[in-house]
Structures are given as structure tokens and as C-alpha cells.
């Protein structure tokens, strides 16, 4: 029997395509494995997002899934929405890299360049005589940092979470990759901290809002 994807996302069967994928981000970012320490039930959990997602966020495979859902029938699965183990788990890759980095620039952490309303999830490195943007980028990302310190409550924290904001700026400035990959290469406990601080501003903006 198929599972309730709505209930996994967190929103209603009438939601908008829109708000699909803000409740995606909220619960990617709230079941990540890198926020437990990668252990096997957060992965399971994080999966159980993904493969909501993957079936919500496509209109046509939406459909089929609610007909299937309301039709309640217990041999009913997911399999058929996935060709191999091996393109799920490229779509979790996927679908979680280009959240991220919309929630990082929707966050205030955003490369200087990314003035453009170009929604692309990938960031243009500064051309390697542009140190004043390099600069400039380290500090903007190093001031988020800051406040993933802050979440911890004291300045040791600050001090550090500045540490990782700039560590985040350097990686990425330097090797001309995008924010994400520069967030993988950095240490799981680095990694746990900018995605609570993300968690904290996603979750703070839809109160506000």
C-alpha cells in the first residue's frame, strides 16, 4: 500500500505545486542525515522526504499517485516510479542540491554575482583577479556563519560558526565550484551546523510570513 506523501511533506492534498516544495525544504532540512550524524534511521527518514518529493513535485506523477492512493489498493508500490536504487538515490542528490542552494540564497548567504533573479542552482566562481569579491564573499558568508554560532549561545560558538562561514566562502572560491559542493567537502559536524542555521531561517521566515 502506497504511503501518505502529503502527511510525510507535511502539507494538505490540495496544495500547490509551490507549496509542495517549500514543505519539501522544510522537512529535507528537518530529517537531513548530516544533521544525526548520518545514522540509518535519519536516512530513512530523509528517504521517506525524497521519495515524497520525487512523486509530488511532477504533476503527472502526482496524479497517478493520488488516483492509486484513493483507489487504497494494498499491492500497490513505488517501484514502478523508479527505473533503478541508483537514479533514487541521484534524485535525492538532486532534488536536495538545488533546495539548498535556493534556501541558502533566500537565507542571505549568496555569492556576490548573484545579483540576477536567475533561479539556476549552480554559482558562477569570481574570475581568479576579482579578489575583491572573493573577499567580499568570505565576509558576507562568514557573517551567516556567525549566526550559526550564535545558535549554540555563546561566543566560542560565534567564533567557530564565523570559522565555518568563511571555511564554506574559501572552499568555494577558491576550486570555482558551486555552494553545495563546497558544503560536502567540509567535515559532517561543519555541515550539521549550516543546516540547523538554514532550518532556523527557513522555519523563522514562514512564521513571520
Same mark, same amino acid.
Given at each position: 500500500m502506497l504511503p501518505d506523501h502529503y502527511k510525510?511533506?507535511?502539507?494538505?492534498p490540495d496544495a500547490s505545486q509551490a507549496q509542495i516544495r517549500d514543505a519539501y525544504k522544510k522537512a529535507a532540512l528537518?530529517?537531513? @542525515?548530516?544533521?544525526?550524524?548520518?545514522?540509518?534511521?535519519?536516512?530513512?527518514?530523509? /528517504?521517506?522526504?525524497?521519495d515524497a518529493y520525487f512523486i509530488l513535485s511532477d504533476e503527472t506523477r502526482r496524479r497517478e499517485y493520488d488516483a492509486e492512493y484513493r483507489s487504497q489498493n494494498p499491492y500497490s508500490d513505488?517501484?514502478?516510479y523508479f527505473s533503478s536504487d541508483e537514479e533514487r538515490q541521484r534524485k535525492y542528490q538532486e532534488d536536495f542540491m538545488g533546495a539548498f542552494e535556493e534556501m541558502f540564497r533566500d537565507a542571505?548567504?549568496?555569492? @556576490?554575482?548573484?545579483?540576477?533573479?536567475?533561479s539556476s542552482s549552480s554559482?558562477?566562481? @569570481? @574570475?581568479? %583577479?576579482?579578489?575583491?569579491?572573493?573577499?567580499?564573499?568570505?565576509?558576507?558568508t562568514g557573517a551567516a556563519g556567525t549566526v550559526v554560532g550564535f545558535t549554540i549561545a555563546n561566543m566560542p560558538g560565534a567564533l567557530a560558526g564565523m570559522a565555518i562561514g568563511a571555511k564554506l566562502g574559501s572552499i568555494r572560491d577558491q576550486k570555482?565550484? %558551486?555552494?553545495?559542493?563546497?558544503? /560536502?567537502?567540509?567535515?559532517?559536524?561543519?555541515?550539521?551546523?549550516?543546516?540547523?542555521?538554514?532550518? /532556523?531561517?527557513?522555519?523563522?521566515?514562514?512564521?513571520?510570513?
Open positions: 510525510t511533506l507535511g502539507c494538505s528537518a530529517t537531513h @542525515p548530516d544533521r544525526f550524524g548520518g545514522s540509518a534511521e535519519a536516512t530513512a527518514r530523509f /528517504q521517506k522526504v525524497s513505488e517501484s514502478k542571505g548567504m549568496k555569492t @556576490p554575482g548573484d545579483e540576477s533573479e536567475d554559482f558562477s566562481a @569570481p @574570475p581568479p %583577479s576579482s579578489s575583491r569579491r572573493s573577499k567580499f564573499y568570505t565576509i558576507v570555482g565550484k %558551486s555552494v553545495y559542493a563546497a558544503f /560536502q567537502e567540509m567535515p559532517q559536524s561543519d555541515r550539521a551546523k549550516i543546516l540547523a542555521e538554514l532550518a /532556523q531561517r527557513v522555519f523563522a521566515s514562514t512564521l513571520s510570513g
